[in-house]
């Protein structure tokens, strides 16, 4: 990937490990104008990265690396764009609490190292940067492939695995998160605690930010659904299966269902009166309802406006109709 800047400026090293200073160099440290297009460079990875595994928002960015204690690796290639340099991918990991089941079916509760977004530049794929870039991770946080856990792991990602480490067999979990029987083997007794909770007290989804980005993009039933964006569906993997836009599930439009078109519905200026009446709802509940927690909050109060959009549809078209004497 070029940028307009110099990427060797940027990055001193092949690799640069970057936290949540977003630091790459001693340099960079001193110069805000160097953090800017540090920030450039994260934010169009995660974007592209998103793009490849048809996630409908990135996962990475720098505002999401500043607030959380991940660490991304960044590869570049220093010699190509007329030596300016360019950067070939990278590779985020981080620390998940996460409640996983072992292979008796039991729930265990452990803390490992897990592999959250994983990118090479598309022409670049297939080359080896991949394997050189999760090397090199493995040794700076010492630790071995089959003791990480990897969130929701796309089937180019379940192949790399396979190849370069021999992770085959993994054990079934019920949230997204992907561990292998070595897993389980090599953990001593004290890295995973048994959870002592009876079953339906344990949360089965852990969280993660995939789950988080689909939920707040999961799309709902006319007439309160927004655009529906491809998403990568882990039932529909297949070993086979690259995850390369090309094989991306095809965008479902609103065009393709004219039923389902606000516009032709009979009762448009009724509908207008009512969305009219929900934008106002939706700005006033957020301004009763808004904190810190955030975009939580804030879905909460699109939700309560969407309870008072129906109420107050089915109110006007009852209304209307027994003004037009059908009932
Ligand atoms: N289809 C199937 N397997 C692939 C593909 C592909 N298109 N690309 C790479 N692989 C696997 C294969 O096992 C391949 O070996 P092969 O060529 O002999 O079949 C092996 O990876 C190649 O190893 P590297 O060259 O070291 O890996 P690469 O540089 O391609 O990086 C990566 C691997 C990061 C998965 C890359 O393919 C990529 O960016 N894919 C798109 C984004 C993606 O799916 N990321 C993982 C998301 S899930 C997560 O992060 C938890």
Same mark, same amino acid.
């Given at each position: 990937?070029?940028? !307009?800047?110099?990427? +060797? ?27 800017? +297009? ?99 991770? #493995?040794?700076?946080?010492?630790? *071995? !492939? ?29 949230? +997204?998160?992907?561990?292998? *029987? ?21 949360? !089965? ?5 995939? *789950? ?50 606000? *516009? ?59 003004? #037009?004497?059908? +009932?």
């Amino acid at each position: 990937m070029e940028f !307009p800047f110099d990427i +060797n400026q940027l990055f001193s090293e092949r690799i640069s490990v970057l936290d949540h200073n977003l630091v790459a160099s001693r340099q960079s440290k001193e110069r805000p104008d160097l953090v800017a +297009n540090i920030v450039t460079v994260v934010d169009e990875l995660g974007r592209a990265s998103a793009r490849a595994q048809q996630l409908p928002a990135p996962i990475t960015s720098a505002s999401k690396l500043q607030s959380q204690k991940h660490q991304v690796y960044l590869m570049k290639d220093r010699e190509s764009s007329r030596g300016s340099g360019i950067v070939v991918g990278f590779l985020k990991v981080g620390y998940k609490k996460l409640f996983l089941l072992d292979r008796n079916g039991a729930h265990v509760e452990a803390e490992p190292l897990c592999v959250l977004d994983f990118y090479v530049a598309e022409t670049l794929q297939r080359h080896g940067y991949g394997l050189e870039l999760f090397k090199f991770m #493995l040794q700076h946080q010492n630790v *071995e !492939p089959e003791l990480m856990a990897y969130d929701r792991p796309s089937t180019k990602l379940l192949a790399f695995l396979a190849k370069h480490y021999s992770l085959i067999q993994s054990v079934p979990q019920v949230n +997204n998160f992907v561990a292998f *029987e070595g897993f389980f083997h090599k953990r001593t007794v004290a890295q995973l605690r048994r959870v002592k909770k009876p079953d339906g007290e344990i949360k !089965p989804y852990s969280s993660m930010e995939r *789950e988080v980005v689909r939920q707040e993009q999961r799309s709902l039933p006319w007439p309160f659904a927004p655009p529906q964006s491809p998403q990568r569906s882990v039932s529909s993997l297949s070993p086979n299966a690259g995850s390369s836009p090309s094989r991306a599930p095809p965008c479902v439009t609103h065009s393709s269902f004219p039923r389902d078109n606000r *516009e032709h519905s009979p009762q448009s200026p009724l509908i207008d009166c009512c969305r009219t009446r929900r934008s106002k709802l939706v700005r006033v509940t957020k301004r009763l309802v808004m904190d810190e927690s955030g975009q939580r909050v804030e879905s909460l109060s699109v939700w309560i406006s969407r309870l008072i959009f129906v109420s107050t549809f089915q109110l006007c078209s009852s209304l209307s109709r027994s003004q #037009l004497g059908f +009932n």
